[in-house]
């Protein structure tokens, strides 16, 4: 049974927060190196590109939203951010809605979005939101929110090291254990040589989207998945 007190964001604030220094000294290097190569409008896009890796520790860490019992699970790489959010906004749990981003007590923008455009084609299989928020937990690999997820690379194995990480991959091992399906979103890499008891169950209980790019979770995106997702949010 894994304890889920070791993804308390309490905990997960006091041992990776002198780590977050150190990994935004390195975004803000990489910033650096971007800003002195010769003008150009590429160049404009990828320092714009750099400033979104850097972390908000304000924010708060939040690595799982929803019931940890749930049949599905959406893995996504790390959590993201409005240009207005605050800690109060970021996060917030609700009895009535175990996954809080499907929760009408969110903030509006956050709502909005989940509502119409993540879960839309959830909801036009006839999925309620109400079975969205109890029967799908997400889960970030990285705890800490960011603008943009700095890909595979030396940012990346700065961010595998953050001392959550290890909790973070325990509980998903476990999830694998208890037989949950999973979507995942970003990270592909990443989610793999952290959890690589992930990789054998590719296509059968674990369905890679199509565009990672992209949160949006539909049939185009999730083909071969697409009828076992249905199945076990209608169950």
Known sequence: ???????????????????????NGLVDAEVARRTWKPESEKKVAKIKEAQGWRLRPDLGALCMDGDASAPVVYLQANPSYGDDATRETHYRPHPDWPLSVAGSHIHPATQTYYRNTVFLHL????ISIGDISR?????????????KWPGEGKLDAALSSFPS?????????HLVDRGALFIMAR????W???????????G?????????????????????GWDQLVAALRS
């Open 1 to 23: 049974m894994f304890n889920l007190d070791a993804l308390l964001p309490s905990e997960l604030e006091a041992i990776d927060l002198p780590y977050i220094e150190l990994y």
């Open 123 to 126: 909801q036009q299989e006839g």
């Open 204 to 224: 059968t209980r674990v369905f890679k989207s199509r565009t990672p790019a992209s949160a949006l979770i539909c049939r185009s995106f999730y083909p071969a």
């Open 192 to 202: 793999f040589k952290a959890v690589p008891s992930l990789a054998p169950l590719v």
């Open 135 to 147: 029967k799908m937990l997400k889960v970030e690999l990285c705890p800490w929110a960011s603008k």
């Open 165 to 173: 990480r290890e909790p973070i991959t325990r509980f998903v091992e």
């Open 187 to 190: 990270a592909w890499g990443p």
